[in-house]
């Protein structure tokens, strides 16, 4: 048995791996930072196979899961005949000539039964599993939801709200309709017609048959059996070619619900097909990328009264902006208070044209039919020894091309759930760059101050014994992790520098959890930084902001306000560190009070890359020119306290020394604390000088 099980899941894996290369693209992205802790070990749910995504619901001490995966009634031979069926060595050669008219003309003559068979022996269903931990997991029941059997029964991407024991909604993917067999056979002739209209409507079927998926919404009374109150919920905009809707995470708030999900979409319209048709003989790479480029997932959201009824708010609250190469999807959603939370994949590319061709060119030096072949002699043991070293040793041009082409996930925060800001695109990843290893689809349960976040996982080394171990179900694709909020403790004070020029000193002080309270490290050390100086030209303006190793490096605007440090070198754990120095010179009379306030931007940490520290909140400062002692009024008090801290009776820490200083202004580097400045306050005090020390 075990042996029929290798053999299946290498069969399945050639498939995989054919079916990718023709397209090469990526893999299906005030809160606190959340750094995540990954669990070394994988996650167990017995014996289940091909799991792509979860949905997890803790109730108390129990963890509740809905998971996708494929089921399959397909055996050996079915297998071979449908690989080789499918992948002619007309078809291959097609693809690595980069001839589009050929490659449709040969898939009219693909045998429809081989096909026909093919596609109606598996399907996508979904399972149901409990949890005392949410690591070990015990299947309840592999089949809640789904016929199963044909590909155009398929459910997949569940998002479940656990209303009480007794009440369970759901909301799914699904196929919006399938093809009879009559009909594919249709379409596939079709294909090899001379007419562009006839060609373009049978490419136009093909694309809104089993991968046009809408969302459905069932019930339950208790998790495990389920019942179809409505199989189309949601369903795309029809806007272009092609598009598709899956993917939901469903919030529910009372009595009103909020989901947010998986919009994919081909930019082109029937014209654009029709140009390509019509030049088909011509259809070159630049036509690909164009199509790759109008391609895109991002995500969409809706709210409704009843989770039947839906209004579109906005089809992409988050997206991308380079096509397939930055599309954004599969989002999970956690509710804390009147704030919202985002997880969500995120596909990053450093694909060209030319990594594409040359992925299609590495097509007729794989001996992929000769390897097919020995499927259906069979010589099984020939066939394993070739696949392995096809994976092990054939494929290195290959792996170097896509070694920075995958999917990671990544971290938003919104205020409404409609306006979201990315505060790091990269909050996850897996072990490398490449599709293989790519991290997808988060859940995020979140209690008592810590998160917990299941999700899709590939495997480090693409190896013929990792790909086995994952197809036999001996490695689960699904990692989990765990995390807290994580804030950064920032300061702005008062002093003088070396020169005696009045600044205001700039710190990160620390990082804790916030829900704890509890002091901990930003992961790698602070690696850069933007802030934000606000405030107003009429009273103040900004001389001069420094920086110090090493947070040197500083580059700033002062009419904006601006000052960052791209690299910190090296990245350092903050403890009451000075980040930059900035020296203001008030403008404003004797009677105006100005704010300035310092808020950072950004506090990006060294690991995960990108990874935003929220500080926990900014810091603004009051100035009134001239009063030195800061008790709100320009005073004789004010020119004593002066006097006495340029003979050493008051510190610093006891005068307010940027009021102090900004009586009479110093010269280009800022301003420093003189008899003058005493002097010009007596001055104005007994009318001598206006309100402006003039």
């Known amino acids: 048995m075990k042996h029929h099980k290798c053999w299946f899941s290498l069969a399945a894996l050639a498939i995989t791996l054919i079916l990718a290369l023709p397209l090469a693209g990526p893999a299906l992205p005030a809160q606190a930072a959340v750094p995540w802790s990954q669990d070394p070990g994988p996650l167990s749910l017995e014996s289940e196979r091909y799991v792509t995504d979860t949905w997890v619901v803790k109730d108390g001490g129990t963890y509740e899961m809905w998971y996708s995966h494929g089921s399959t009634s397909l055996s050996i031979s079915g297998i071979a005949q449908g690989i080789t069926t499918l992948l002619t060595d007309a078809i291959l050669t097609d693809l690595a000539n980069f001839d589009l008219d050929g490659l449709l003309n040969d898939m009219a003559a693909i045998d429809i039964d081989a096909l026909w068979d093919f596609l109606i022996a598996g399907a996508g269903i979904i399972g149901y599993a409990t949890s005392a931990d949410g690591i070990s997991w015990t299947v309840v029941d592999p089949q809640v939801l789904g016929a199963g059997g044909t590909i155009f029964d398929s459910v997949g991407t569940p998002t479940v709200v656990k209303n009480g024991p007794t009440d369970y909604e759901m909301w799914y993917s699904h196929p919006r309709g399938a093809l009879t067999k009559v009909e594919l056979q249709a379409i596939l002739a079709d294909l090899d017609d001379g007419d562009v209209a006839v060609r373009k409507a049978a490419l136009l079927d093909l694309l809104n048959s089993p991968v046009d998926t809408v969302i459905g919404y069932a019930t339950s009374a208790d998790g495990s059996n389920w019942t179809v109150v409505d199989p ?26 909020e989901m947010w999900h998986t919009y994919a979409n081909i930019n082109l319209v029937e014209a654009d097909l029709d140009a390509i048709l019509n030049d088909i003989a011509n259809f070159d790479i630049s036509d690909l990328m164009n199509i790759l480029d109008s391609a895109f997932t991002r995500i969409g959201y809706s709210t409704s009264a009843d989770g039947i009824n839906w209004t579109a708010i906005d089809p992409a609250v988050l997206a991308g902006t380079n096509g397939i190469w930055d599309s954004v999807g599969t989002p999970s959603v956690v509710r804390n208070g009147s704030s919202y939370e985002m997880w969500y994949a995120h596909a990053r590319s450093d694909l060209t044209g030319t990594d594409i061709q040359n992925l299609l060119a590495e097509i007729p030096g794989m001996g992929l039919s000769a390897l097919f072949d020995l499927l259906e002699i069979p010589d099984i043991n020939q066939f394993l020894i070739d696949v392995t070293d096809l994976i092990d040793n054939g494929l290195d041009t290959v792996k170097a091309i896509l070694s920075d082409t995958g999917t990671r996930i990544g971290y938003a925060t919104s205020a409404d759930g409609a306006t979201w800001t990315v505060q790091n695109s990269n909050a996850l990843s897996g072990a490398t760059a490449s599709p293989w290893s790519s991290v997808a689809f988060p859940r995020v349960v979140y209690g008592t101050g810590v998160y917990e976040m299941w999700f899709t996982q590939g495997i480090d080394v693409l190896s013929a014994q990792n790909v086995v171990d994952v197809l036999q179900g001996d ?82 605007d002062l009419g904006a306000g601006t000052f960052a440090v791209a690299t910190v070198t090296p990245p350092t754990q903050p403890a009451d560190t000075t980040v930059a120095n900035i020296a203001p010179r008030l403008l404003g009379d004797a009677l105006t009070q100005y704010d300035l306030t310092i808020a950072f931007q950004i506090i990006q940490a060294n690991t995960p890359p990108e990874m935003n520290v929220t500080e926990e909140g900014s810091t603004t400062l009051t100035f009134l020119r001239g009063d030195a002692s800061g008790n709100g009024t320009v005073s004789i008090a004010d020119a004593l306290a002066i006097a006495q801290y340029l003979v050493g009776i008051r510190t610093v820490d006891q005068i307010e020394p940027i009021n102090a200083a900004g009586v009479v202004h110093g010269g280009a580097g800022g301003d420093t604390i003189s008899i003058a400045d005493a002097l010009a306050i007596a001055q104005y005090l007994v009318g001598l000088r206006d309100a402006n020390y003039e």
């Open 232 to 257: 189309q919920v949601l369903a795309g905009d029809r806007v272009g070619l092609w598009d598709a809707v899956t993917a939901p995470c469903v919030v529910k708030t009372g009595g009103a619900y």
């Open 475 to 556: 490695i689960l694709p699904l990692g989990y992790a765990t995390g807290f909020n994580l804030v950064a403790e920032t300061s702005s004070s008062l002093g003088v520098d070396g020169g005696n020029i009045a600044i205001v000193v700039v710190n990160i002080d620390s990082a804790k959890n916030s829900f704890t309270g509890a002091p901990v490290s930003i992961p790698g050390g602070v690696s850069a930084y933007s802030a934000l100086a606000t405030f107003n030209p009429t009273g103040i303006e900004l001389i001069d902001i420094s920086g110090f190793s090493p947070f040197d490096g500083i580059v700033f």
